[in-house]
């Protein structure tokens, strides 16, 4: 497992499954560059869906600018982010995760995000798009202390 990663759900090979491996092991390790490089020109990443703090408009963040200010916007701005991954399920082009992703604050305190992120791949294995489930206010009311 990579430093962050927990993964009890299937690693059976699979296009989508492998980037979405890919991917959470690069925002755990902080590796912003590896992780920008796994994306499609015309790739979309919308963590949550929907409006939010990181996206007002509720549109994603579009293209290698677009992503690269949301890695600066909310990734880069946590202490530690740890994937707890529970179920994985490959479907075409597309794997969807269930599971949960704690994520330490600067401040010390800790919030976990449960909800299901999915993986969009193009043929060659890049990430066109990354939509992550979750709820914002459920995820701030975990706030605690980190371990």
Not at 11 to 28: G, K, L, M, T
Not at 36 to 49: I, R, T, Y
Not at 84 to 92: K, M, N, Q, R
Request: charge should be negative.
């Amino acid at each position: 497992m990579s430093e962050g990663v927990f993964w009890k759900a299937s690693r059976e090979a699979h296009p989508a499954r492998d980037a979405a491996f890919a991917s959470i092991s690069a925002v755990a390790r902080g590796a912003k560059q590896e992780w920008l490089d796994l994306f499609a020109n015309e790739a979309v990443v919308e963590d949550p869906v929907g409006p939010s703090a990181f996206d007002p408009d509720g549109k994603g963040h579009h293209g290698d600018e677009g992503i690269s200010a949301f890695w600066d916007l909310a990734i880069s701005q946590a202490e530690r982010i740890e994937f707890h991954i529970d179920d994985s399920f490959a479907c075409g082009n597309e794997v969807a995760n269930t599971g949960r992703i704690v994520t330490t604050l600067p401040d010390g305190n800790a919030m976990t995000a449960e909800g299901v992120f999915s993986y969009r791949v193009d043929g060659s294995g890049k990430i066109l798009a990354i939509r992550a489930f979750w709820e914002f206010d459920r995820a701030m009311a975990t706030l605690r202390p980190a371990d």
